[in-house]
């Protein structure tokens, strides 16, 4: 198995399908900035797409979460599913969404071979919704979404919730309601200094503790203890036996020592890190059909990685944020 200087195997890849986006949330791409995306054909095709799923298959990747930007934005994303599907070695696929259009294409992506998908609600007050997406797309087609999704079979649907101060603090009891009762697992993640434009401040960010004890008082909790190697979220059972929930808390609580997650943005450039700044370009080697070319540079790539950004991150790291990559382009 593959391991980087730290230990670290790479077992799952992030692969963003798109940088291309029809939300612009705040802690990802704010609608005040400009953002200029990749022209189609500097995103990479379906077949270079499963040329280099394989070879990270052969490095050890087990799992595949397809992202964005928005990836029920490509068109040819349910031949993309299943190419994946049939890539050897590979035992789940998932897609994180903002579920814009997931009622629509619930059943389809099922069909294409995907296991499992993770929306992206981040309040259930509909004015609040819209302040955060700033998005022509009503809450409640999101939710039917959700729905579209558990009844096609896509379970346990996740859902993902940032939580920033003096924005949506209050939506985490309501959230954990209504999807506890769904039978939906939810994760509430910080608000982190990804990218360039989002505006970052330590002042902003909800630590996960503060979350966990809200939820505590309000339902009561016990921790997961058997939690597998590489999972970044803090898992904890409600002790009504009504499901799960759980906390990603990057900026308070780092995971990076057990970060076994390698991600390629949409032109093909491999990163090690969610903050990283430079990425590897793998496109070239993918178009001029050097496959062993490419399988060696991945492993090369990996076995070198030393970055932990969330472990030593700094005001100065987080002030000087320049030539980050941004959480669009590589996803999340």
């Known amino acids: 198995m593959l391991s980087d200087t730290r230990n670290r195997p790479l077992r799952e890849l992030r692969l963003s399908l798109t940088d291309a986006c029809n939300f612009r949330c705040y802690y990802c791409m704010p609608h005040d900035v400009t953002h200029t995306f990749d022209p189609p054909s500097e995103r990479l095709t379906c077949k270079e797409i499963v040329c280099l799923v394989e070879q990270f298959a052969r490095l050890g990747v087990v799992k595949v979460r397809l992202t964005g930007g928005e990836p029920l934005l490509r068109a040819d994303l349910m031949d993309i599913i299943a190419e994946i599907r049939s890539v050897p070695g590979i035992r789940e696929i998932a897609l994180t969404t903002n579920g814009s259009t997931l009622e629509d294409h619930a059943e389809a992506l099922k069909a294409a071979g995907l296991d499992r998908v993770t929306v992206s609600v981040d309040s259930l007050d509909p004015d609040a919704f819209q302040r955060i997406t700033h998005a022509p797309v009503d809450l409640a087609r999101v939710l039917r979404g959700v729905d579209a999704a558990r009844a096609a079979g896509l379970n346990p649907v996740k859902i ?93 609580h780092p995971f990076c020592g057990t970060c076994n997650r390698g991600r390629v943005s949409a032109r093909g450039e491999f990163y090690t890190c969610l903050f990283a700044t430079n990425g590897t370009d793998l496109r070239t080697m993918l178009r001029a059909g050097d496959t062993e070319g490419l399988f060696r540079r991945i492993d090369t790539v990996w076995a070198g990685r030393d970055d932990q950004y969330s472990v030593v991150r700094s005001e100065e790291s987080t002030r000087d944020r320049a030539g980050r990559v941004e959480m669009y382009s590589i996803g999340g």
């Open 160 to 252: 993902n919730a940032v939580i920033r101060r003096g924005v949506n603090e209050d939506a985490i009891l309501p959230l954990a309601a209504y999807f506890k009762e769904r039978g939906c697992v939810l994760r509430f993640i910080e608000y982190m200094d990804t990218g360039t434009c989002n505006q970052w401040s330590a002042e902003d960010v909800v630590p996960a503790a503060e979350i966990v004890e809200q939820l505590h008082e309000r339902w009561g909790l016990a921790p997961v203890l058997d939690v597998p190697y590489g999972q970044v979220a803090s898992r904890y059972d409600f002790l009504d036996g009504s499901g799960e929930v759980g906390v990603i808390a990057s900026v308070t």
